[in-house]
């Protein structure tokens, strides 16, 4: 079905995303639905494309997704092949380098970043959600971490500091270790998303915000965005995301060793 936002003519279609663009407004829709649009390599690569090419007119980013759901996190069986073609971890540590700059693209995007978020967002659909500036969901969305659960760190895009900027260590602790779902309007409690409205006026939302920012000067309204930015970004110092990709391959090789390991003896 047609809306304001989804249903505006294609820019590009690329392997995993379709863009749309109406003046200073564009549109990133990631485009695997089949899939429940997981997180591969590929939909980072065309992701970074995009951002890195985005125009410079460009005043507001709407991050998007095609299906019932917004994301249903990483593709965990790329982890198996990157082991595969390399049992060091390299193949891991370069894709959480993708993860890292396309989180911090959307959070430094000197447009505003508005997440359009419906069904489920898991682990990197989470954490490609809290890049953006704004975040609207549907009033059915449910968002989960169970990275620990399937035995990973939560370290991926940079997801546990903004977390912890966002919503409080004391919550993201509980979050993170038990990997329990919840709700849209837990999310919005914790600041997780700003707004919740039934899923039909999803694009009614986001218009209700692109609406006024389309209007503000571009030099003032890029000037308060990196403000804005700087003022809530966690500092490099404290900042221990800049590991995540060598956490990440460290524990995924320890296990796949484990299991190697494991299966040899058995």
């Known amino acids: 079905m047609s809306t304001p936002l989804t249903g505006l003519p294609a820019d590009r279609t690329l392997k995993t995303l379709r863009t749309h663009r109406q003046g200073p407004l564009l549109t990133v829709e990631l485009n695997v639905p089949e899939q429940g649009n997981v997180v591969t390599d590929t939909m980072l690569?065309?992701?970074?494309t995009v951002l890195d090419e985005q125009d410079p007119a460009v005043r507001v980013v709407v991050l998007a997704a095609a299906g019932d759901d917004f994301c249903l996190g990483g593709d965990r069986g790329e982890f198996a092949e990157h082991l595969v073609h390399d049992p060091t971890g390299g193949g891991i540590r370069a894709s959480g380098v993708r993860a890292r700059r396309v989180c911090d693209a959307l959070t430094s995007n000197p447009a505003v970043t508005i997440a359009?978020?419906?069904g489920k967002a898991i682990g990197?659909?989470?954490?490609?959600?809290?890049a953006c500036d704004l975040r609207v969901g549907a009033d059915t969305a449910t968002f989960r971490l169970p990275e620990l659960a399937l035995g990973l760190p939560t370290a991926w895009g940079g997801l546990l500091p903004r977390l912890v900027n966002e919503v409080g260590a004391a919550r993201v602790r509980e979050l993170v270790l038990t990997g329990r779902a919840f709700d849209a309007q837990e999310a919005h409690h914790l600041s997780i998303l700003q707004n919740v409205v039934p899923e039909d006026a999803l694009d009614a939302a986001v218009t209700a915000w692109a609406k006024p920012v389309l209007r503000r000067p571009p030099a003032a309204l890029r000037v308060t965005k990196t403000l804005l930015s700087a003022l809530t970004a966690p500092t490099r110092l404290a900042d221990?995301?800049?590991?995540?990709p060598e956490l990440m391959a460290a524990v995924v090789t320890e296990l796949h060793h484990a299991s190697a390991g494991s299966r040899r003896s058995g």
């Open 240 to 244: 221990a995301s800049v590991l995540d």
């Open 45 to 48: 690569d065309d992701l970074l």
């Open 116 to 118: 359009r978020v419906q």
């Open 124 to 130: 990197a659909g989470l954490a490609l959600a809290l």
